[in-house]
């Protein structure tokens, strides 16, 4: 798992790859800092009603961001929800007691690698095998779409960091 004490900041010059998935990296470990070192319980609190927003719910949806984009649309592989159903379009928001804390984490740290050794191989001109709307995307958009997707979530989890212990940062 990326260590989020220890967040490595994207380089300032570096070819267009390294970038982006530098700044994807960035805000991995930024979603997992705004997580590290509170309790199953505090990472399940709900701290801005009426939303349903947990550091917990925000990991386990960006899990399945992850899955989505990379295993299912870019490499065409089957992978079926891990938190959410037709009947609970937002489970991973909502039902937050389904799988254990750790479990949560073990899965999004297996989504993160999975999706890492799937860009690897791929060029970012690479078109998906799934599609968005009928169209199918590069890879370039698919890692500009995540850093966009985990650069909102983070303001999120800022928000609900802050919410449970005042802890704050970038």
């Not at 009426?50 to 490499?75: F, K, N």
């Not at 073990?106 to 998906?128: C, F, K, M, P, W």
Request: with cysteine; aromatic share 8%.
């Amino acid at each position: 798992m990326t260590d989020p004490v220890n967040r490595v900041e994207p380089p300032f010059v570096a070819d267009e790859v390294t970038m982006l998935e530098s700044w994807l990296d960035y805000h991995r470990a930024t979603l997992l800092w705004k997580c590290h070192g509170l309790t199953d319980a505090q990472l399940t609190v709900r701290s801005i009603p009426p939303s349903t927003l947990s550091l917990l719910g925000l990991v386990r949806h960006l899990t399945e961001v992850e899955r989505s984009w990379y295993a299912r649309r870019l490499a065409g592989r089957e992978r079926p929800p891990l938190y959410y159903s037709d009947a609970e379009p937002d489970g991973y928001f909502d039902s937050l007691d389904s799988t254990p804390v750790a479990e949560v984490f073990a899965a999004y740290d297996r989504a993160v690698q999975e999706s890492r050794a799937l860009a690897a191989n791929t060029d970012l001109e690479a078109l998906s095998i799934g599609t968005v709307d009928g169209l199918q995307v590069s890879l370039r958009w698919i890692h500009l779409h995540l850093i966009e997707e985990y650069a909102r979530h983070n303001g999120h989890a800022d928000l609900l960091r802050q919410c449970i212990d005042g802890d704050t940062g970038e």
